[in-house]
């Protein structure tokens, strides 16, 4: 009786009961779901679009005929004398397997063409001139920039960022929304209770104070079971992405931790900040 | 010590426009330490008043001033501190259901940041002193009418407030309480607190002589 007693001298608004800690915790638990997902997806494109930035784009691939494969050596003498190439080696046939076998399984007997990959100096350059000049020492041997491929990649994952970003600040206002009209419900359901502190010589912080520490801890809540939640989810889609990645990440190493960190605070500071300026305004309607 | 020079009140109407006046032109002068009876038939505005005095209500015009403070919409930041000094008996006693006698008292006293160590004592012998010992762990609605009538009165003296305003305070009182009630409130005006009462009841008025406020259709029929 006496720990009741000290509970609800601590919560003279009655706000434990006015302020559901189900609907509003589960409205922000599957936002703060959204939002770990678009963060994550942001954070993914941001990746891949780096990845193939700096990596297919800086590559420019040779490929020899198999009639020609014994011009390797010669190839590589060639392109390395360029000013314009940065490095030329080889990729040995294991490696050109290992890049193959997610689509084509394993097949021992198939035969390769040589390949070599080339990073040039200035990403901008036009490969063209390369490709004719090694063209006229090996014949046969044709250049595959990526540039046009890649810059199309970049463009969609820089989209898929900013659809994600969108999403994400989709997700805060629907939370501030929610928050106010949780806020406003219990406002409704406590005027009396208001009005009577309000009398007694509660201040407006006083007041708003108790409704903004109950909905950010409610929020803060939610967010933590909604980062709970994402873990799993994202965990799965990092898995899904890996050979996008070059199939090297291992999923809970590439999720975004600090990112899940950081929502249950940001959704508690947005309930908190919601909720005092929902009450405030309210407030201003008493003298 | 309160004031009130050319005041009127005008509640809005339900279209959000301005009512009627429900007071007008109201002065008169309460001095610091006075007990002084507020009369007039239902209606007469005894409970607008009231609201003045312990600012629930800002007038519409005039100048009130309050235990020396004169209130101001714009300085709206001073007014809890001033409501904290002053202790009102709602006529419909206005108590949280789901707090117990204990922390119904106990409100004004935390909400003026005493420590739960040092209210206890003040609490209980408030509660004692209404006659409520052994209930301090009941909710409102455990308790008669006039028992938490009784626990509204508590909660309106705890703070030995320096201005103590009561609604018709013994409405849902026996003679005995009433007369105990009243006992209470001239004990507390003599210890300095000015005490304003709004009452229909004429024998009780007899039984503690003091001046009265007469009101009739918003204004001041009769002070002294």
Do not use: C
């Not at chain 1, 406003?184 to 007694?200: F, K, N, P, T, Y």
């Not at chain 2, 002193?129 to 409102?140: A, C, D, F, I, N």
């Not at chain 2, 909660?155 to 009243?182: F, H, K």
């Amino acid at each position: 009786m006496a720990e009741r007693r000290s509970r609800y001298a601590r919560d003279p608004l009655g706000l434990k009961r006015a302020l559901s800690d189900r609907l509003l915790p589960g409205l922000v638990a599957a936002m703060a779901l959204l939002a770990a997902i678009a963060l994550a997806g942001s954070r993914g494109a941001e990746a891949l679009k780096d990845r193939w930035q700096h990596g297919a784009a800086a590559a420019v691939t040779v490929q020899l005929p198999p009639e020609q494969a014994g011009q390797m050596d010669r190839a590589l003498e060639v392109l390395r004398a360029m000013p314009e190439v940065a490095s030329a080696v080889p990729v040995d046939s294991d490696r050109m397997r290992q890049l193959l076998r997610p689509w084509l399984g394993e097949v021992p007997s198939l035969p390769l063409p040589a390949v070599l990959e080339l990073r040039l100096k200035n990403l901008a350059l036009d490969p063209a001139p390369i490709a004719e000049r090694l063209a006229g020492a090996v014949p046969g041997a044709e250049l595959e920039s990526h540039g046009i491929w890649v810059a199309r990649l970049a463009a969609l994952a820089r989209s898929v960022q900013g659809v994600a970003l969108a999403v994400l600040a989709l997700v805060a206002g629907v939370a501030v929304a929610v928050v106010a009209v949780a806020t406003r419900a219990g406002v409704a359901s406590r005027r009396q209770a208001i009005e009577i502190l309000h009398d007694l010589g509660a201040t407006q912080g006083d007041i708003a104070g108790r409704f903004a520490r109950r909905i950010g801890l409610l929020a803060a809540g939610g967010a933590l079971a909604g980062a709970a939640i994402a873990v799993p989810t994202l965990a799965a889609l990092s898995n899904l992405a890996a050979p996008l990645a070059g199939g090297e990440v291992q999923p809970w190493t590439a999720l975004p931790w600090l990112d899940l960190a950081l929502l249950p605070p940001v959704a508690g500071l947005i309930g908190w900040a919601t909720a005092q300026l929902s009450v405030r305004r309210w407030l201003k309607r008493l003298p | 010590m309160v004031r009130f020079t050319a005041v009127g009140l005008r509640y809005p109407s339900p279209d959000g426009r301005a009512g009627p006046e429900a007071l007008s032109d109201l002065t008169f002068t309460l001095p610091e330490g006075s007990f002084t009876w507020l009369l007039g038939a239902s209606g007469a505005g005894k409970s607008s008043v009231l609201r003045l005095m312990h600012l629930a209500q800002l007038p519409t015009r005039g100048d009130l001033e309050v235990l020396d403070t004169l209130v101001r919409p714009e300085r709206r930041a001073a007014l809890p501190a001033l409501r904290r000094r002053i202790g009102v008996v709602f006529q419909d006693f206005r108590l949280l259901p789901y707090l117990s006698a204990f922390d119904n008292v106990a409100l004004p006293l935390r909400l003026a940041g005493r420590s739960e160590s040092s209210l206890r004592p003040d609490v209980t012998e408030m509660l004692r002193w209404v006659g409520l010992q052994g209930k301090e762990l009941s909710l409102p609605q455990q308790l008669s009418g006039g028992e938490q009538q009784r626990v509204a009165i508590a909660r309106a003296v705890v703070t030995r407030p320096a201005l103590l305003v009561a609604d018709e305070p013994t409405g849902n009182l026996d003679s005995l309480q009433a007369r105990r009630l009243l006992a209470l409130l001239t004990q507390m005006n003599r210890l300095g607190t000015t005490v304003v009462v709004a009452t229909h009841s004429e024998e009780l008025v007899a039984q503690f002589p003091a001046p009265s406020l007469v009101l009739d259709g918003g204004r001041v029929v009769h002070h002294g």
